[in-house]
């Protein structure tokens, strides 16, 4: 099981980023999904989740800027980010739960895409 991430780059404060991240391998189910997001010197944050029944939960930060989504027929969660802002410059890396086809559920990481946000 691998998640890939993609979808950064460097954008002007104001702009909009589409991040994307699946899942590889043989995979039966999946369960919560999220994004999280490391700046240099900070802590890891988690910055959007949603679950199978599609709801969604945000960090304050983003509220009303970010949106998250998921497509279960393709394993794949998306984070829409709108109005970007130089203090979302941060890795962002997508989390979920996986149950592999042969195997138990497992919380899996991907390797994370860089957000840089001029002013």
């Known amino acids: 099981v691998q998640l890939q991430a993609s979808g950064g780059g460097l954008v002007q404060a104001g702009g909009s980023l589409r991040l994307s991240c699946a899942v590889s391998g043989n995979i039966a189910n999946t369960g919560a999904m999220a994004w999280y997001r490391q700046a240099p010197g900070k802590q890891r944050e988690m910055v959007a989740s949603?679950?199978?029944?599609?709801?969604?939960n945000y960090a304050d930060s983003v509220k009303g800027r970010f949106t998250i989504s998921r497509d279960d027929p393709k394993n794949a969660v998306y984070l829409q980010m709108t109005s970007l802002k130089p203090e979302d410059t941060a890795v962002y890396l997508c989390?979920?739960?996986?149950?592999?086809?042969?195997?138990?559920?497992?919380?899996?990481w991907g390797r994370g895409t860089q957000v840089t946000v001029s002013s």
């Open positions: 949603i679950i199978l029944s599609r709801t969604t």
């Open positions: 989390n979920m739960a996986v149950r592999p086809s042969a195997g138990n559920w497992g919380n899996y």
